[in-house]
């Protein structure tokens, strides 16, 4: 399941310009009663490492480090965050999910007019590439993900139903990318973006694919929000736990406060990653 602020209000709750969100910036440079599409002004994806393209993923979660309540992101998060999470995708070249929610939910990670303007005034195609990773299940054609008016890429496993048949397999306006896995490998998805001419990738989940591109090590950026809330629940966290051993149980994955935005009661936090080597981006 991915990060389900993809659904429900947060896909409706279409761009008012005269809506704004007041936030503090707490780290760094500390400054009170910013609104929040100027504190966003100049936020870009992480640098890339050698070799590769960037990639962060934005997740939501409560004080007690749950990413659903009854199900679902809604409700862990304010309208600001909303806002947030569309002024992410805005900066990165595709936004993508794993499909597992696209079996349990109805998403679309298109952008509302202004922010696709603004990408169209920077020489940007208005939407970024909308990106599905599956493995060898059957994915359900009849979600607006697929109707959606931006560029898709739908990625399965060698053995999924749909690799056999090729472009036909798929709706309209959808490209079809089979792997030669059964389940796509990090590190080739973010191959064949990059020979798309993708120079950086926002995850929104779920778990499982977070983690997936983490043991990959091939995540370089957490944008975390802070709902004010505790759910005391066996719910999912934004981190799925890896089959077998962690090796992050003896080796954490070091990070680096990279930025602290607050609204009202909830933080918006940016981790950067160490990368291979030790080292943290910049």
Not at 133 to 155: E, K
Not at 251 to 259: F, G, Q, V, Y
């Amino acid at each position: 399941m991915t990060d389900q602020r993809n659904v429900d209000q947060r896909n409706v709750d279409q761009r008012n310009p005269e809506q704004r969100y007041t936030v503090d910036r707490l780290f760094p440079d500390p400054v009170a009663n910013l609104d929040l599409d100027a504190a966003l002004t100049g936020f870009a994806p992480p640098p890339a490492p050698p070799g590769r393209i960037a990639v962060a993923t934005n997740m939501v979660t409560s004080l007690d480090g749950r990413a659903q309540l009854a199900g679902t992101a809604e409700g862990l998060s304010g309208r600001a965050d909303r806002r947030l999470m569309r002024l992410y995708r805005a900066a990165f070249d595709a936004v993508g999910s794993g499909a597992g929610t696209l079996r349990k939910t109805d998403f679309w990670s298109t952008l509302p007019e202004d922010l696709a303007a603004r990408r169209a005034g920077e020489g940007k195609p208005p939407q970024p590439l909308a990106v599905v990773i599956a493995g060898n299940g059957s994915v359900p054609f009849d979600r607006r993900w697929f109707g959606a008016n931006q560029p898709r890429l739908l990625v399965v496993g060698r053995a999924s139903p749909h690799a056999a048949h090729g472009a036909e397999a798929v709706p309209a306006g959808t490209d079809l990318l089979v792997a030669p896995t059964d389940r796509p490998e990090p590190a080739w998805v973010l191959e064949q973006l990059a020979e798309r001419g993708i120079g950086s990738l926002l995850l929104e989940g779920g778990p499982t694919t977070n983690t997936a591109f983490l043991l990959a090590g091939c995540l370089d950026e957490l944008c975390w929000t802070l709902g004010a809330r505790v759910l005391a629940a066996d719910a999912l966290t934004m981190f799925a736990t890896p089959s077998g051993d962690s090796p992050f149980t003896s080796n954490p994955r070091e990070a680096r406060l990279a930025s602290v935005l607050r609204c009202d009661d909830e933080l918006f936090l940016r981790y950067r990653f160490e990368q291979p080597g030790g080292s943290i981006g910049p």
